[in-house]
């Protein structure tokens, strides 16, 4: 099975700066998706953003951007200009294109943004 | 908007009892997912179901079950409540080369 790896229990940023989350993963596979969620407190958990693997371009949402280096099997999150409600669980998943439908977390960053 | 209902945010039970947690997705997806979320151990799968009356275990099928009668409703089943199974439960649905969308999540209290 593939492994998901998240290396930051916690991590804080002070508001307005760029603050860069870690994950790597474990696959032998060539074809797969990776996401970033966000899980708020006491609230439900929202797609942050998606890679296809077969695409070079890093994706982009707004403030949210990864980098993805598909050789290190390393997909990174970064949060510029951070606000409080980015306060949050953030978890790394990974899925394959090709074979399966599971999907595989990891243990999750907690985010902490300070005024 | 996909959406992913889940039958109670809040729920405490004793041990003993039989627990029914219901999850219901309105995008006609086939798959659907019951997840455990406990703090340090991230998402740990219980079961999933690819299609109605279909299922797979997941990482940590022991002392649940589930039912998939129809395909909007994924049922997960704790047949005799114990206190280790005090958790977060999530569900999800997925189309089949998509994204997970989640559930509120159901905080389970077993004493």
């Known amino acids: 099975a593939q492994t998901v790896t998240q290396s930051q229990p916690e991590m804080s940023v002070q508001e307005a700066e760029t603050v860069t989350l870690s994950c790597t993963y474990d696959?032998?596979?060539?074809?797969?998706?990776l996401f970033w969620y966000k899980q708020p407190p006491s609230r439900q958990m929202i797609l942050v953003i998606r890679q296809e693997a077969y695409k070079q371009q890093n994706a982009t949402e707004n403030r949210f951007s990864v980098n993805f280096q598909k050789a290190a099997k390393s997909f990174s999150l970064k949060i510029s200009d951070s606000q409080l409600g980015d306060a949050a669980m953030y978890f790394c998943?990974?899925?394959?294109?090709?074979?399966?439908?599971?999907?595989?977390f990891g243990t999750g960053t907690s985010l902490t943004v300070i005024p | 908007d996909v959406k992913v209902t889940q039958s109670s945010r809040y729920l405490v039970k004793r041990t003993g009892e039989k627990v029914f947690l219901e999850c219901v997705q309105d995008?006609?997806?086939?798959?659907m997912f019951w997840y455990r979320q406990d703090p340090g151990l991230g998402l740990r799968l219980i079961y999933f179901s690819y299609d109605v009356k279909m299922k797979e275990k997941g990482d940590i099928p022991e002392g649940y079950s589930v039912s998939r009668e129809k395909k909007e409703r994924f049922s997960l089943i704790l047949e005799s409540a114990s206190t280790n199974q005090t958790s977060m439960y999530l569900c999800?649905?997925?189309?089949?080369?998509?994204?997970?969308?989640f559930g509120p999540g159901t905080r389970l209290t077993v004493t």
């Open positions: 999800a649905s997925t189309p089949p080369r998509g994204r997970q969308y």
């Open positions: 998943a990974y899925r394959s294109a090709l074979s399966g439908n599971q999907f595989y």
């Open positions: 696959t032998s596979e060539s074809d797969y998706y």
């Open positions: 995008m006609d997806h086939e798959n």
